[in-house]
C-alpha cells in the first residue's frame, strides 16, 4: 500500500527489465536479493518479481509473477474450497495505490497533500525545501510523508466502506468501477448479457450519441465567459420522473 505505489516500487527495486504478456510495454522489479559466497549481492530467484503497467497518470496494473520452485501451499488459489493445489497458479498479490482509490471515489486526480484535505487528514503532507540531502529535517519530511499516507488510508477505506458493493479496495480503478460494482449489487445485469442478439447494433446504436459543442466566435480576444454545466443530471432526471419503478 501506498500513494502512488508504482514510485516507490521502483525506487526498491535491486534492477527493472522490459514485462512480457499481458504486461507488455510495462516494467518488472526484482526486490529481493541474497549474498554469495563471494559477497555479491543478486537477485533472489526464488521470490516474485512484480510487474508494473500504467493505464494512465491515476492508475496502473500491478502483479506479482510466478516463483521458481514454489510450495505446494503458493499453489492453492485464494477462495479454494478443496485447497488443492493447482500447477500454474500464480498468487497476484494485492496492492492498493491510495492515488488510485482517491481518484475512483472522486473522480479527480490528487497529489498526497490535496488528498489528505480533501479526506480531512489533520497531519498531512509538508513540503520539503530541497531534496537529495540526508538531513534530520529531511527525515522529518519523509516520516511525516509515511504518517500521513497511513492516516489517509484509514480515511479512504471507511469512505469505501461505506459503498454496500462488493468490489475489492484494490480493483476500484475508477468511479465507473464503484458504478458497475452498484449495478452488479443491484443485480441489473449487463444487456448483451440479456440479448446477446443485439451486439451488432449496440455499437451503432452509441455512434448516434450527440455530445454539447464548445466553439469560439471570437478569437485571440478575452471575452466573459458563463460556464454551465448539470451536476448529476442522470440520477437527478430517474428520481424526478419516478423512472426507478421500472
Known sequence: MGFNLPFDLSRLAFNVTPARREFGGGFSFGLWTYTDENRVVRLDPNRPRITIKHIDSKRALISFTGRKSPDEVDLIPEGSVEGTPQ????????????????????????????????FGVKRGKIEAEKHGEITDEYIDYNRRDVEATAELALALLAEFDRHPILLAETKAFSAASIGKAYLRSMVITPILERQSDLLPYVGYAQTAYFGGRTSAHIRKTPVPVVYTDFLSM????????????Y
Open 234 to 245: 442522470y440520477p437527478t432526471v430517474n428520481s424526478l420522473t419516478g423512472l426507478w419503478g
Open 87 to 118: 500447477r500454474g497458479y500464480k498468487f497476484r498479490g494485492h496492492f492498493l495505490d491510495l492515488k488510485t482509490l482517491a481518484f475512483a471515489l472522486t473522480d479527480r486526480s490528487h497529489t498526497l497533500r490535496s488528498a489528505c484535505e480533501a
